[in-house]
Structure formats: structure tokens, C-alpha cells
């Protein structure tokens, strides 16, 4: 994937500079919530969201977050999220395309910024055509928000929409 990404941004501009940065971040960030306890994992949702009540912008605890999501990805499903994927939720989180091909883990991708802007408390809506891919994101991402937000996932599917909120 970033391979197809040097193709919509010149290799050396600074949104390729500045995601390639926030994901040497969350690799940083790997080994301090490696050593959390599942409690003090599941907290940092509440921790999140006071900062986003004092004011803060959601861009300064994006890279926290999604490692707070790969780490609980680990532990539930085993799935770790690769540099690419991290990438990719970067951008979707900051309202951008990220195409990848099959196989490259858009399903692990969309659990990252789906997280991060949850902590608004307004609900996430992911939309897909794929009935396959409703099926599996409904899976995967209610097993990883369960364990790290610790209260009910309400999943509705509708025709082809798929909504989580």
C-alpha cells in the first residue's frame, strides 16, 4: 500500500512525511501498552475522552489511540496491524481515500480510526458493499471495541449498509 500511495503523493511531501511519522510513533508507543494490563488498557478510552473534553483535538491523541487499538487487536484476535495498515487508518482518519488492494487488511485498517472517533460518543458508520466484508468487519470490530471499551456493540446491518454506532 505504500506503494500506492507514493503514487498519489510525491515521495518526499510532507502528508507522506507526516503519516510515515505518526506511524513510527504508534511503533514507539508498542512496547508501553504491551506491558498495561487489560484494565489499564480498557481505561485509556476514559483518558481519551477527558482530553477531548478539555479541548484538545483529536489529532493530538490519534497516534495513542490506534496503538491502544493495534495492542487490543493482539490480545483478542492475535491480528497485529502492520505499518501500511496504520497508514491507511491514518488516513481514513483525517477524512481521506486510502485504496488497497485485496489482502492488504482494510478490515484491520478500519478498527483504527473507527476507535478514535467513537470517543465523540456519536457513533461510527461504516458503509460497505460487501457482504463478505459486513460480516467480518461485524466480527472483528465488535470483538476488539468490546475488550477495550468494556460495554455493549450495538451492530445493525441494513441492506448493503453496514453500521456501527
Same mark, same amino acid.
Given at each position: 500500500m505504500l506503494s500506492s500511495m507514493k503514487k498519489f503523493f510525491k515521495e518526499g511531501s510532507k502528508d507522506l512525511k507526516r503519516i510515515y511519522k505518526l506511524v513510527e510513533e504508534v511503533n514507539? #508507543?508498542?512496547?508501553?501498552?504491551?506491558?498495561? &494490563?487489560?484494565?489499564e488498557l480498557s481505561g485509556m478510552k476514559d483518558r481519551f475522552k477527558s482530553i477531548l473534553d478539555a479541548g484538545d483535538n483529536i489529532l493530538d491523541i490519534q497516534a495513542e489511540a490506534f496503538a491502544v487499538v493495534?495492542?487490543? &487487536?493482539?490480545?483478542?484476535?492475535?491480528?497485529?496491524?502492520?505499518?501500511?495498515? #496504520?497508514?491507511?487508518?491514518f488516513v481514513l482518519s483525517e477524512g481521506g481515500i486510502a485504496q488497497m488492494n485485496t489482502g492488504e487488511g482494510k478490515t484491520l485498517v478500519s478498527t483504527l480510526p473507527s476507535y478514535l472517533h467513537a470517543l465523540f460518543g456519536n457513533g461510527v458508520h461504516i458503509i460497505t458493499a460487501n457482504c463478505h466484508f459486513r460480516c467480518y468487519f461485524a466480527l472483528i470490530l465488535s470483538a476488539i471495541l468490546h475488550y477495550i471499551v468494556s460495554k455493549k456493540i450495538y451492530l445493525q446491518f441494513k441492506r448493503l449498509i453496514f453500521i456501527v454506532t
Amino acid at each position: 500500500m505504500l506503494s500506492s500511495m507514493k503514487k498519489f503523493f510525491k515521495e518526499g511531501s510532507k502528508d507522506l512525511k507526516r503519516i510515515y511519522k505518526l506511524v513510527e510513533e504508534v511503533n514507539r #508507543l508498542e512496547g508501553k501498552y504491551e506491558k498495561y &494490563s487489560d484494565l489499564e488498557l480498557s481505561g485509556m478510552k476514559d483518558r481519551f475522552k477527558s482530553i477531548l473534553d478539555a479541548g484538545d483535538n483529536i489529532l493530538d491523541i490519534q497516534a495513542e489511540a490506534f496503538a491502544v487499538v493495534r495492542e487490543a &487487536s493482539k490480545r483478542v484476535l492475535n491480528l497485529r496491524h502492520h505499518d501500511v495498515q #496504520l497508514a491507511g487508518g491514518f488516513v481514513l482518519s483525517e477524512g481521506g481515500i486510502a485504496q488497497m488492494n485485496t489482502g492488504e487488511g482494510k478490515t484491520l485498517v478500519s478498527t483504527l480510526p473507527s476507535y478514535l472517533h467513537a470517543l465523540f460518543g456519536n457513533g461510527v458508520h461504516i458503509i460497505t458493499a460487501n457482504c463478505h466484508f459486513r460480516c467480518y468487519f461485524a466480527l472483528i470490530l465488535s470483538a476488539i471495541l468490546h475488550y477495550i471499551v468494556s460495554k455493549k456493540i450495538y451492530l445493525q446491518f441494513k441492506r448493503l449498509i453496514f453500521i456501527v454506532t
